[in-house]
């Protein structure tokens, strides 16, 4: 049976304190245990938000969510887009997501000890369940980008992703939801946003995710506020080289970290028929070592784990202008990714790696680009 918590407190065995007072005190605990920043929704400031807000999903008579912001490391990430080293980003984030778990958890288990209802909600890979919901359309239990626009974390960007003022959008958010009505946080100030129109997000993504993103913006509503950033295409043409079916760009020059260069469909509509063809092609190729992305709806869907391939819409986002041309001139200059025999990945110039790629015996070239019927026979 839910507590209404009637006369503003909570007591468990633990001791007693004032429902503000939780508040304080769990956002400080959250920073001793590694969070940067810590803000805290409830159902008045999600009011009217999509059903990714919707706290009773994960916890029956939630009433407030504290949200943890993580940041990841940045040099990493300027060697990632680099193509010098793409070992350290991986491990670094899947460090930074079990660290945000943690902390989701021990969260939970501190409020409990103050009599409260609590329950962690993961950072990443956790999705709600539904009829006919296919791999490429997840939808998470909580969307932490929201609730940290709404709890005063960050702002939207123009890509979607969410922009922290000190770190950007590379940070990793993990939320605990609780049935206590903590006092929630102001959003930030539209004006304070440090999103400018750079395009910076448009240019490191080989997809054209954001294709509508100039003229045509998505809005929601949170807490009678009204909040808008990019019309994104179908989230399967991001999927697409997230995953790792493509990694080059259509111009040849760079690519992601994936060394496949099955075309990139320019409709939406093609893109069922691309993955059909792609993913056997990805099944024969190997899998560089230095870790993956533990996922169990992907190694449900193809058998294997995936390995962080793309993600550069969000790594070349920065606060400070600058950084953000340098990651974007970084990536333009960091050649195609190829792979080798022994499965080790290597950055080359882009008239190089198509020539390394031509060179392939039909039979291994396959897995990286499609082989057209005379070739195969040869």
Same mark, same amino acid.
């Given at each position: ?58 916890? $029956? ?69 539904? $009829? ?56 930030? @100030? ?70 496949? @260069? ?111 019927? $005379?070739?195969?026979?040869?």
């Amino acid at each position: 049976m839910a507590n209404d918590y009637a006369d503003g407190m909570v007591q468990g065995k633990a001791g007693r304190l004032s429902i503000e007072e939780l508040g304080l005190q769990i956002k400080k605990v959250a920073r001793q245990w590694g969070a940067t920043a810590v803000g805290i929704s409830n159902l008045d400031s999600l009011a009217g938000g999509p059903p990714s807000t919707d706290l009773s999903y994960v916890m $029956e008579d939630a009433r407030a969510a504290i949200t943890f912001v993580i940041p990841l490391d940045d040099e990493a990430i300027r060697k990632y887009l680099a193509k010098e080293d793409r070992v350290a980003h991986q491990k670094d984030q899947n460090f930074t997501n079990t660290l945000a778990s943690g902390i989701a958890s021990q969260a939970a288990s501190y409020l409990e000890q103050f009599g409260a209802r609590a329950m962690p909600v993961m950072a990443n890979n956790v999705y709600r369940e539904g $009829e006919g919901i296919r791999y490429v359309d997840q939808f998470p239990d909580i969307s932490h980008r929201y609730l940290a626009v709404a709890s005063g974390l960050a702002w939207f960007g123009f890509s979607g992703n969410v922009l922290t003022p000190d770190y950007g959008p590379n940070v990793i958010f993990a939320t605990t939801v609780t049935d206590v009505p903590l006092l929630a946080d102001a959003p930030l @100030r539209d004006e304070d946003n440090y999103r400018d129109e750079c395009q910076a997000c448009n240019a490191s993504c080989p997809s054209g995710f954001f294709h509508y993103g100039s003229k045509e913006k998505e809005s929601i509503v949170m807490g009678n506020r009204e909040f808008h950033y990019a019309k994104r295409r179908a989230y399967a043409r991001c999927s697409y080289v997230c995953a790792g079916y493509n990694g080059l760009h259509p111009g040849g020059r760079w690519s992601t970290w994936s060394p496949a @260069r099955f075309p990139i469909p320019k409709e939406d509509k093609e893109l069922k028929a691309s993955y059909k063809r792609a993913i056997p092609a990805m099944q024969l190729r190997q899998i560089p070592e230095g870790g993956h992305s533990t996922s169990a709806m992907a190694f449900g869907f193809n058998g294997d784990d995936l390995w962080t391939s793309c993600g550069n819409c969000s790594l070349v986002c920065h606060p400070e202008r600058e950084e953000r041309d340098r990651r974007i001139k970084t990536l333009h200059s960091s050649g195609v990714v190829v792979q080798h025999e022994d499965g080790r990945l290597e950055a080359m110039p882009g008239d190089q790696a198509k020539a390394f790629v031509a060179a392939m015996p039909p039979e291994k070239r396959r897995a990286y680009e499609f082989v057209e019927a $005379e070739d195969q026979a040869e």
